[in-house]
């Protein structure tokens, strides 16, 4: 399971808001030991008052949701991940090693661009999956 988490390249990350309605959005990741690193990038937003942000503030408890479609079914995956969200501003000093992992794997995206943040990290608690194989 840790594989192919490791190796893909996007994630669905559930919060819920203080009423308990949920939110779901994609997001890039980078797995560190038993800890998921997601952070906001500099790709356009609608606003800076993110929602994901905002939820884990209030609600810390995560899911995420990685999977492979194919249409050779034999080759279908998921696997959903369960932690405790935490939010690291780009100001705190712990910022910029939490984002290397986050450089190494988006080479391409992240290359020329320092990540304005803030970072997500998801303490893992939970691994979930099924194959199909």
Not at 34 to 54: C, E, F, G, M, Y
Not at 76 to 82: A, E, G, M, Q, T
Not at 95 to 121: D, I, N, S, T, W
């Amino acid at each position: 399971m840790r594989r192919r988490v490791a190796q893909a390249r996007v994630a669905r990350l559930a919060t819920v808001d203080h009423s308990g309605q949920p939110h779901v959005v994609p997001v890039c990741f980078a797995l560190e030991g038993d800890q998921l690193i997601t952070v906001i990038d500099h790709k356009p937003k609608s606003t800076n008052a993110l929602r994901r942000i905002s939820n884990v503030l209030g609600c810390p408890a995560v899911s995420l949701l990685v999977d492979q479609y194919d249409e050779d079914w034999s080759q279908l995956w998921w696997v959903r991940i369960d932690g405790q969200a935490w939010i690291v501003p780009r100001d705190r000093p712990e910022f910029e090693p939490l984002m290397e992992p986050m450089y190494m794997k988006y080479r391409g995206q992240y290359g020329m661009h320092r990540l304005p943040g803030p970072a997500l990290v998801v303490d893992i608690n939970k691994w979930v999956g099924w194959s199909a194989t």
